[in-house]
């Protein structure tokens, strides 16, 4: 079995070499040992782990999450149930945030409803802001 570097762990995982020693730290991703020439020998599983890690951060799990993933990920006899509650949990999140967010846009644009852009002595936004909690 071929050994990596963390370089070329790196590039493979589609990550820069912080993030390599970054998911170290936070327990993500083993400490690979060194080998006789002082540098860290990495596996093509250490690869495809990186590549794990960083398409579920891409799908917005914390790290915690992926943590929780990946120790399901190494029991696969009872994984698949526990893994699609965690993306169900996860799915629920984004409509809650996409909920938020859908009311903020439109409260910007009440915002900006109240704004003709071409006053020079005040702001109607910056009133609003000032004055819509009150």
Known sequence: MSKLTSGQVARRGGVNLQSIRFYEREGLLPKAPRGS?????????????????????????SLKEIAELLELR???????????????????????????????????LRLLKACDGASKSRCAILEKLETDGE
């Not at 169900?88 to 409509?95: C, G, H, L, P, S």
């Open 37 to 61: 020439n002082g540098y860290r020998a990495f596996t093509e599983d250490d690869v495809r782990r990186v590549r794990f890690i960083k398409r579920a951060q891409e799908l917005g799990f």
């Open 74 to 108: 190494s029991h696969s006899d009872s994984a698949c149930s526990q893994v699609r509650s965690h993306a169900n949990e996860k799915v629920a999140q984004i409509d809650r945030k996409v909920r938020e967010l859908r009311k903020i846009r439109t409260e910007l």
